[in-house]
């Protein structure tokens, strides 16, 4: 039995769309397994499907070749992917708890994916990288050479096969050049339950406000900062007697759950971007 292939789509809302994609699966042989589809609005709004089938013997080529005509049709932009196994780069800072979870999670093979490189702006967690097995670059980042180490870190990218990037706490602002050239393929986490405490130290901020929940939100990085689509978040309730060290300490046990649910929704190609907003399947 081949790996399933995945059908991402997104298009201007109309009736038929699912008839067409679905009859034309079927036409060529292949063997649909799973179906999602959401629209914005069924009147004049936008239509997003995901199709997870069997190809049966059918090669990527015959079913692009076959889809063109569809897509033409009801104007899609889509991707086809046939379960090729994706490669991701990391960057972080100091702090190891989402890095050694992503790691762990791999080793695991709870996230089917590899990791060519880890690359941070400390030599701290050196060690850690080693012991999971995975290449380990130092590169100090300052103001005069931020674009320079930038345009390293893409080259290595590059060299290694990278698909896409996460920020496991990478405590660095990534540039608009680099964010162009990794459009929705950077994956940040961020300590606090967006949109509220952009920034830094947001879990100082939640304290001194006296909030009741505090929570970790995953989203891909653009240029205006921690303002990204949101891929996943989650929360947990604080009292009055907690401290800054406490909600820290909660915190990063979110912030790590938060992160591996988000890579494995696009590991497993279940977000679709528009605007500013996801539709996570």
């Known amino acids: 039995m081949s790996a399933p ?42 239509f997003f499907m995901r199709m997870v089938f069997e190809p049966m013997g059918v090669s990527r080529t015959v079913v692009a070749g076959a889809f063109e005509a569809v897509a033409r049709r009801f104007d899609m932009q889509w991707t086809l992917s046939y379960g090729e196994r994706r490669r991701m780069a990391v960057l972080v800072s100091k702090y190891d708890h989402c890095l050694i979870d992503l790691l762990w999670r791999r080793r695991r093979g709870d996230l089917e994916v590899d990791i060519p490189l880890i690359v941070s702006n400390h030599p701290d967690l050196e060690k850690d990288a080693r012991f999971f097995g995975v290449p380990f670059y130092h590169l100090e980042i300052n103001r005069e050479n931020k674009r320079a180490q930038e345009d390293r870190m893409h080259e290595m990218f590059l060299e290694h096969g990278v698909d896409f990037v996460v920020l496991a706490r990478y405590m660095q602002i990534v540039s608009p050049e680099m964010v162009a050239r990794w459009p929705s393929r950077i994956i940040n986490i961020h300590h606090s339950f967006l949109p509220a405490f952009i920034g830094a130290k947001p879990y100082h901020h939640a304290f001194e406000r006296g909030v009741k929940i505090i929570g970790a939100t995953a989203h891909y990085v653009t240029d205006n900062l921690d303002e990204g689509p949101i891929i996943e978040q989650d929360v ?10 406490d909600l820290v300490r909660l915190g990063r046990d979110i912030e790590r759950q938060v992160l591996a649910r988000a890579v494995a929704a696009h590991l497993e190609e279940r977000v679709l971007v528009y605007g500013n907003k996801t539709v996570v399947f």
């Open 5 to 46: 292939a995945r059908l991402l789509i997104s298009c201007p809302d109309q009736p038929g769309i699912v008839a067409a994609v679905s009859g034309l699966l079927t036409q060529i042989g292949c063997n649909i397994i799973h179906a999602d589809q959401h629209s914005t609005d069924p009147t004049g709004g936008r």
């Open 236 to 245: 947990v309730r604080v009292t009055h007697r907690h401290s800054v060290e």
